[in-house]
C-alpha cells in the first residue's frame, strides 16, 4: 500500500480566514513533504518533516504554518493568505529523508483563496 | 546552483510510437533521480534509479541512469493515449539536509 491521503479536496478561502490542510500515510514513512504547484509549473518545496522534526523550510511565509503532530501525520496551517497563494497543494512521504527513498504523493489539496 | 532540466518540454506523438524523455542535471551531492507520471492530479511515482548503467523496466517503460554524463531517459514503447501527462524527473540532493529538486517536466500528448 502507497497510499498518501489528504483532506480537503478542494478549499475556498477569504483572506481573512484561517483553515487548515491535512495529510496522513500509514505506510510507517518517517519523512513527509508540503510541495505547492501552481498550473504548468513542476511542485516546488516547502517543508520537510524528518521524524517529525522540521528539516527544511523553504524560505515560506509565515503564514504557511506546518505541523507534524505524529509519525503519520502533517498538517499545514493556512491563516491571511494571498490570492496568488492559490495552487494545489501536495503532501508526499518517504521511508527515510535521506533522498534514497522513494516519495509518493497524496492527492492534493486545490486551494483557491479569494 | 542546483538545476534539473528536462527536454523536450513538450511533445506529440502517434498512439504506437516510441519516445524518450530526457532529464540532466547540475547538482551538489547527488543522491537519486526519480520519475513521475502526473495527469490531473498529483504526480504517480514510475521509478528511482541510484546506480548509473541499470535500467528499470515496468511494462512499456523503461529509464536509465548515466552518471557521466549527469542524465537519464524515460522511453515508453507502443505509446497509448493513456499514456498522455506529464512526466517529470526529480533529483534527490544532500547538501546539509535531503530533499528532491524538479524539473519543469515534459508534457507528452499521444494522438488516437
Known amino acids: 500500500d502507497t497510499e498518501v491521503t489528504q483532506t480537503p479536496k478542494h478549499l475556498v478561502m477569504g483572506m481573512t480566514n484561517k483553515k487548515s490542510l491535512k495529510c496522513e500515510q500509514h505506510?510507517?514513512?518517517?519523512?513527509m513533504y508540503w510541495y505547492k504547484q501552481k498550473a504548468k509549473k513542476p511542485p516546488e518545496l516547502m517543508f520537510v518533516y524528518s521524524y517529525e522534526k522540521l528539516s527544511i523550510n523553504e524560505s515560506v511565509p509565515s503564514r504557511f504554518s506546518p505541523e507534524c503532530p505524529n509519525s503519520s501525520l502533517l498538517n499545514l496551517h493556512l491563516h491571511a493568505l494571498q490570492p496568488e497563494d492559490s495552487a494545489l497543494y501536495l503532501c508526499?512521504?518517504?521511508?527515510?529523508?535521506?533522498?534514497?527513498?522513494?516519495?509518493?504523493f497524496g492527492p492534493g489539496t486545490r486551494l483557491t483563496v479569494t | 546552483e542546483d538545476k534539473v532540466v528536462q527536454s523536450p518540454l513538450s511533445l506529440v506523438v502517434h498512439e504506437g510510437d516510441t519516445v524518450t524523455l530526457n532529464c540532466s542535471y547540475e547538482?551538489?551531492?547527488?543522491?537519486?533521480l526519480l520519475w513521475y507520471k502526473q495527469e490531473k492530479k498529483a504526480p504517480t511515482f514510475l521509478f528511482m534509479l541510484t546506480s548509473s548503467g541499470i535500467e528499470k523496466k515496468s511494462g512499456r517503460l523503461s529509464s536509465i541512469l548515466d552518471k557521466k554524463e549527469l542524465s537519464s531517459i524515460l522511453n515508453i514503447t507502443a505509446t497509448q493515449t493513456g499514456d498522455s501527462a506529464i512526466y517529470l524527473c526529480a533529483v534527490g540532493v544532500t547538501s546539509g539536509t535531503y530533499k528532491y529538486i524538479f524539473g519543469t517536466g515534459t508534457r507528452l500528448k499521444v494522438l488516437a
Open positions: 505506510m510507517g514513512h518517517r519523512a
Open positions: 547538482v551538489t551531492n547527488f543522491r537519486s
Open positions: 508526499a512521504s518517504s521511508q527515510q529523508g535521506t533522498s534514497l527513498y522513494e516519495q509518493y
